[in-house]
């Protein structure tokens, strides 16, 4: 005997009032966001009980205390029931306060306390405050932009994240200060009033004044002297290329160091989207400031922990290698490094991104930067002059918390001048941040040419082994010149990449098609610091 059933496929108007309410919201993992539905139902209890389902942490479980005092303070009613708010999916851990405006407007549309018949068309950020207003979140120029990719028409924000939500395009934007604004943008009644005006867009006058206030405080016409060192900075910024400066304090390092971003050549929308994206999710990005327009410095402190440097904590955060994405990350004092965190540094100086792995889950971040570092050449810092007092020892031992490794990623290793204070003062001022930005720029461009069919490569130093080998091929009197280098210091075969790579710049610098002799002389005069049979470094003078 055949059994036919047939599924009910009408709801009567009280089952439909019973059904939950589903409401958008966004959350991030690594760099990238993705979509939560925030499912809103009530059942009927003697107790008024809020339970949060879906692998929430503290801070989401904390939301109820949140909504209800918000609900009060704005003149809507608590249920008197049982409410159950589930985030989907909910097999994948949650985390951030951001989901407070979605479960306020899901309970609040399930309890008909408003009328909204286009809820499916937004999306919600932003942290209630207990008198309703709405805090500002981290992550949000990643969360709109997959809302953006997954649909979503519109997304409600914070009003102090809406500039680096409007930089997301094919979106509509609403940010709102409270809840009742929110409440009016549903209701058809804020479109003029909330979203982002054209005078509040991105990319205006207040970062090309932040811009130009960088530059007037720091350029290299300040400083005097060490032009061998500062034609080595430029050669450097040009590819970008990792930079070491060894020398006795108070000679220029950190000085010059401070500088480097100054001469750099402007970042790609692109660049721009990526960098600013590690800063909101690190919570690093000002509020009320859109894209990021500078090239981020980070200068950490030699105490600084692993997971800082690296990337990691609870949640796999980033670290300053990532922070530092397209941008320079400065080590001064080098070897006060912990030499176990310095050796963390070899996977992101080569594959130019790291991946934090958890209980939780892994999150990747890119970690494309240029490596400067500072050293003084011993304990005291004034070797080989009379006034050093270290031993060979001492000295060695000093010297070895950098690994080999390591040394071998650093493309250039200059050794800083002594600076007569007297002699500064007779000295001219050295050439200025925007001549020498207009030489790396030149080269940036012909790097750009070159590499425009390679995704990923934008310069010189990133440059893989097949590239190398078809952009840096050298006549025989260059190649000859290098191998008689190569014996006499026992470069490896990633050290001879790098002075290739090195090489290529040279060149571009000065607008040749191929490399020439006196590109593979220069580089080589840009390692002042070759290792001994005896783990002594030797400083050229």
């Known amino acids: 005997m055949i059994v036919i059933s047939f599924n009910k496929i009408f709801l009567t108007e009280e089952e439909k009032e ?49 909504i209800q005092a918000a609900i009060e303070s704005c003149g809507y009613e608590m249920p008197k029931e049982k409410i159950i708010i589930s985030l989907a999916p909910g097999d994948k851990k949650k985390r951030g306060s951001h989901f407070d405006l979605g479960m306020i407007i899901a309970l609040l549309r399930q309890t008909r306390q408003i009328q909204a018949e286009s809820l499916g068309d937004y999306a919600f950020i932003g942290e209630l405050s207990l008198d309703g207003r709405i805090r500002p979140c981290t992550g949000v120029l990643s969360m709109v932009t997959e809302a953006a990719n997954c649909g979503v028409k519109a997304v409600v924000v914070p009003f102090d994240n809406r500039k680096e939500a409007a930089t997301v395009p094919g979106i509509r934007i609403c940010p709102v200060k409270s809840l009742s604004d929110t409440v009016k943008v549903l209701e ?69 160091a401070q500088r480097i971003p100054t001469i750099l050549p402007e970042m790609t929308v692109k660049e721009s989207l990526e960098i600013s994206k590690i800063h909101s999710i690190a919570g690093l990005l000002e509020p009320g400031s859109g894209l990021m327009k500078m090239r981020p410095f980070r200068a950490p402190h030699h105490n600084v922990s692993l997971n800082a440097l690296i990337g990691g904590g609870s949640f796999a955060q980033p670290g300053e290698v990532s922070l530092s994405h397209n941008g320079v990350l400065f080590l001064d004092e080098l070897a006060e490094f912990n030499k176990a965190t310095l050796d963390a540094l070899r996977q992101p100086m080569e594959d130019k991104k790291v991946t934090i792995s958890r209980v939780s889950g892994s999150n990747s971040y890119p970690a494309n930067f240029m490596f400067v570092a500072a050293i003084n050449p011993c304990p005291c810092g004034y070797y080989p002059s009379k006034k050093c007092r270290c031993s060979d020892y001492e000295i060695m031992q000093y010297r070895g918390k950098i690994s080999g490794p390591i040394l071998e990623r650093i493309d250039i290793q200059k050794a800083v001048a002594h600076v007569d204070f007297f002699d500064l003062d007779k000295a001219q001022g050295g050439v200025s941040s925007a001549v020498l930005r207009e030489k790396v720029e030149k080269a940036r461009k012909i790097q750009q040419e070159r590499f425009k069919d390679a995704p990923g490569i934008s310069c010189n130093a990133q440059m893989t082994s097949t590239m190398v080998g078809n952009y840096c091929r050298l006549d025989a009197e260059s190649t000859a010149l290098l191998k008689r280098a190569s014996d006499k210091f026992d470069y490896s075969a990633r050290v001879i990449h790098k002075l290739l790579r090195l090489a290529r710049t040279s060149a571009d610098l000065d607008g040749a098609e191929n490399i020439r002799l006196q590109d593979v002389e220069r580089v080589l005069g840009c390692r002042d610091l070759d290792v001994s049979s005896s783990g002594m470094y030797t400083v050229k003078r």
């Open 188 to 256: 058809g009644k804020g479109d003029e009033l909330f979203c982002v005006k054209e005078d509040e867009a991105p990319g205006g006058s207040d970062e090309a004044g932040e811009k130009a206030v960088f530059f007037s405080n720091l350029d290299f016409s300040d400083v005097k002297g060490q032009k061998e060192l500062i034609d080595a900075i430029v050669l450097g910024a040009a590819g970008g290329h990792n930079i070491l400066m060894i020398g006795e304090p108070g000679c220029g390092k950190t000085m010059i």
């Open 18 to 66: 019973n059904m939950a309410t589903v409401v958008k919201s966004m959350a991030t993992a690594g760099v990238e966001g993705y979509m939560v539905e925030i499912e809103a139902g009530t059942i009927k209890s003697p107790q008024q009980i809020m339970s949060i389902i879906g692998l929430p942490d503290q801070a989401i479980k904390e939301a109820g205390e949140r």
